[in-house]
């Protein structure tokens, strides 16, 4: 098998460089518009990583979100149905959990923690213990279940504490959509424009991320016993003045407004 997937990257390489190694020197020609600045292919490859993406994934035979976006379906949905992870039954809303990954205000390490997420390739307890790392403990400290990333951002104390705030949040603004308080739809937050519109959706998906990626880190301070209410009350707090800072950086009014609401609450 690893002779295997040798021979196929020697191709890979052999085929990119084929195609785009004569190119360097020569005029880029635009598609959609006439340019009259003086680049080169050489000048514009390393901008090109949709279209080098797509290429790879055509080599495999492999389909291309961009290629068939009604079709695609993410490999990391398969490994979710595969391993029994929660998930939403329906592939479309899945797909819609990256609706904000190309937005162009969202801080870039939010965006790289959530795609991690769906990807799987966070950090979690379990993996460490899964590629035997030494003194690994593939069990969560807080609680008897096995902390993966699923575990520490959905099930866990301070992932529920979040989720508190945020129904508590939806309640005090009114919106009533049963799917604000599912669970599912609370480990994926993806946008349906029947239940938010787009502009709010925004920003409670900045909050909801940033509270997340702080439960994360969390999860890997050094410790030797467990937290207590105390501690999970001010973490979760700190998680939601972080958030705070990148709301008002942003000029997201409703994220401002949860954050604030999450600081009465505390």
């Known amino acids: ?64 979100w961009s290629d068939k976006p009604d079709e695609f ?15 939403s039954r329906d592939p479309l809303h899945f ?8 937005a162009s ?4 390490i939010l965006c790289s923690f959530h795609l991690e997420y769906l990807y799987r390739s ?31 951002l959905n099930e866990c104390v301070m992932a529920q504490m979040i989720r508190r705030v945020l129904r508590n949040f939806f309640v005090h ?18 946008w349906d424009p029947k239940v938010l519109e787009y502009s709010m959706y925004k920003a409670i998906w900045l909050v909801w991320t940033e509270t997340r990626k702080h439960a994360h880190q969390c999860d890997f301070l050094p410790r030797i016993n467990q937290f207590g209410p105390l501690q999970f009350a001010a973490k979760t707090a700190m998680a939601f ?10 000029r997201h009014q409703t994220a401002i407004k949860l954050c604030n609401f999450a600081q009465t609450q505390a």
């Open 1 to 64: 098998r690893n002779l295997e997937e040798k021979r196929k990257l020697v191709q890979l390489r052999e085929k990119i460089q084929e195609k785009f190694g004569d190119r360097a020197n020569k005029p880029f020609k635009y598609k959609t518009s006439n340019s009259r600045r003086m680049e080169t292919w050489g000048i514009r490859l390393p901008f090109a990583y949709k279209e080098i993406n797509n290429g790879v994934k055509r080599i495999f035979k492999q389909v291309a």
């Open 73 to 87: 379906i993410p490999q990391s949905y398969h490994t979710r149905e595969r391993d029994e992870v929660d998930r």
């Open 95 to 102: 797909k819609a959990a990256y609706k904000l990954l190309s």
């Open 105 to 108: 205000d969202i801080p870039a």
């Open 122 to 152: 966070l950090n979690s307890r379990s993996k460490h213990a899964a590629m035997g790392l030494k003194n690994a403990d593939a069990f969560c400290l807080h609680c008897t279940a096995v902390a993966t990333t699923s575990h520490m």
């Open 173 to 190: 603004k009114k919106w009533n959509d049963r799917l604000l308080v599912n669970e599912t739809y609370l480990s994926y937050l993806w």
């Open 241 to 250: 003045r972080k958030a705070a800072k990148i709301a008002y950086k942003c």
